[in-house]
């Protein structure tokens, strides 16, 4: 990694702090500057302006979270999405504080908010409805599909949409991987009992 390069992902990861921590209309192209200790003419010269920075930050998420479904709908039959699951929560939770950060933004109804709606979150959709339901046409997709859809991604974003409710941040590779084996079985037998209640 070269020494521009560098810098630049510098001025990323404290951006997603400070972003993190006093949120996005809170926190000046000065504040990243001081902090990352690199002049205010740098960020602009690498992103342009502040909300530059934060797409930037939410390509670099959305583009590895996404490559991980796309692989993983490869390998896997219809109804097996354990280790799937498994994977998405491992990488939101090594990545905590920009899935908190992403997901509250995403929350607004802003336009980046609607800008990442037609864009990454369609693709997810798209993703998660053809690996779940083997269809890739939304239009073929039945209401309860959409609902089961819907409850996979409200349990997988839940952590990271509540974050003042996970006082421990589970920053070790030891507890993130407690966390997302404990959290994932919790998922899979919520589906199971949801999956049994809709067929009975």
């Known amino acids: 990694m070269n020494r521009q390069t560098t810098t630049r992902q510098k001025v990323l990861d404290v951006a997603c702090r400070l972003f993190y921590s006093?949120?996005?209309?809170?926190?000046?192209?000065?504040?990243?500057?001081?902090?990352?200790?690199?002049?205010?003419?740098?960020?602009?010269?690498?992103?342009?302006?502040?909300?530059?920075?934060?797409?930037?930050?939410?390509?670099?998420?959305?583009?590895?979270?996404?490559?991980?479904?796309?692989?993983?709908?490869?390998?896997?039959?219809?109804?097996?999405?354990?280790?799937?699951?498994?994977?998405?929560?491992?990488?939101k939770q090594t990545h905590y504080q920009l899935s908190c950060l992403?997901?509250?933004?995403?929350?607004?109804?802003?336009?980046?908010?609607?800008?990442?709606?037609?864009?990454?979150?369609?693709?997810?959709?798209?993703?998660?409805?053809?690996?779940?339901?083997?269809?890739?046409?939304?239009?073929?997709?039945t209401f309860k599909e959409k609902l089961c859809l819907l409850q996979l991604k409200g349990l997988l974003n839940a952590p990271f949409m509540m974050p003042q409710e996970f006082k421990d941040p589970f920053i070790t590779e030891a507890s993130i991987d407690h966390f997302v084996e404990v959290y994932s079985q919790l998922m899979m037998k919520q589906k199971s009992l949801q999956s049994a209640k809709v067929n009975a």
């Open 102 to 141: 992403v997901n509250r933004e995403l929350s607004l109804n802003t336009v980046f908010a609607r800008e990442m709606l037609v864009t990454y979150l369609a693709k997810e959709n798209h993703l998660l409805t053809e690996l779940m339901f083997q269809k890739r046409n939304q239009i073929e997709v």
């Open 22 to 91: 006093k949120g996005f209309n809170g926190t000046s192209v000065r504040d990243i500057a001081a902090n990352a200790k690199v002049n205010v003419s740098l960020i602009n010269y690498y992103f342009k302006s502040k909300q530059g920075l934060f797409e930037a930050l939410t390509v670099n998420y959305f583009e590895p979270y996404l490559q991980i479904i796309e692989e993983e709908a490869s390998f896997s039959s219809k109804g097996d999405i354990h280790m799937l699951v498994k994977k998405i929560l491992h990488y």
